[in-house]
């Protein structure tokens, strides 16, 4: 059993950073691909970036990609997703995932196995 606790969720200025961190509780994380969504008021959950067990291995959504990036410390049980140049169609509220398919960078949410609480992100324009 993995739990997942996000954090880092804020209100921003367009055009400024975030950096969302999720810890996971269980000594399996590291075995697992870790993945972020978003997801806004009356809109369907969405993915974000994902990221192999091992780190080496990264893949993002066109709509953020060369913005965010997606990271992990095993040896802390965290995953970070660092938000740059921020959107107000970035405002949502983001979750944290793992898939037991440690080397799988799935997109789509019913392939993860755990997820978070959500931490809001607000982008003021």
């Known amino acids: 059993q993995v739990q997942l606790v996000e954090s880092g969720g804020g209100l921003v200025q367009a055009g400024g950073s975030l950096r969302l961190s999720c810890l996971a509780s269980?000594?399996?994380?590291?075995?697992?691909?870790l993945g972020w969504f978003r997801q806004a008021p009356g809109k369907e959950r969405e993915f974000v970036a994902a990221?192999?067990?091992?780190?080496?291995?990264?893949y993002y959504a066109d709509s953020v990609k060369g913005r965010f990036t997606i990271s992990r410390d095993n040896a802390k049980n965290t995953v970070y997703l660092q938000m740059n140049s921020l959107k107000p169609e970035d405002t949502a509220v983001y979750y944290c995932a793992g898939n037991r398919a440690g080397y799988v960078l799935a997109v789509v949410a019913g392939e993860y196995d755990y997820w978070g609480q959500g931490t809001q992100v607000t982008v003021s324009s």
């Open positions: 990221i192999s067990w091992s780190g080496d291995s990264t």
């Open positions: 269980g000594r399996t994380f590291r075995r697992y691909a």
